[in-house]
């Protein structure tokens, strides 16, 4: 089945930038809906972007439209989260996930394990 591993979370400072990678292997990501989710302490899981393979229709939060890139490299398989202007509230761990449609977590059926991004001083 599909693998999805994530890498590029860390500490950063308010108003800092990450890239978050998602590796797939065994199949080509270019066959699947793919996205990216969070969750922070004390929430539930919540869809922040995610990319149609179908036509390349992009979905995003409000809470990080204009701030965060979705893209993906087909040469590389890879998907990611290109994160500007950061804020603390967007401390979270971040999943990719593959298999679904739109921002919904529960359309999604392939998921990675997970990597933190802080945003603090």
């Known amino acids: 089945q599909l693998q999805l591993v994530e890498s590029g979370g860390g500490l950063v400072q308010p108003g800092g930038s990450l890239r978050l990678s998602c590796t797939a292997s065994r199949y080509t990501l270019n066959d699947y809906n793919i996205g990216w989710f969070r969750q922070a302490p004390g929430k539930e899981r919540e869809g922040v972007s995610s990319?149609?393979?179908?036509?390349?229709?992009?979905f995003y939060s409000d809470s990080v439209k204009g701030r965060f890139t979705i893209f993906r490299d087909n040469a590389k398989n890879a998907l990611y989260l290109q994160m500007n202007s950061l804020k603390p509230e967007d401390t979270a761990v971040y999943y990719c996930a593959a298999g679904g449609y739109a921002l919904d977590p529960w359309r999604y059926t392939y998921w990675g394990q997970g990597i933190q991004v802080t945003v603090s001083s």
């Open positions: 990319l149609s393979r179908r036509d390349e229709t992009t």
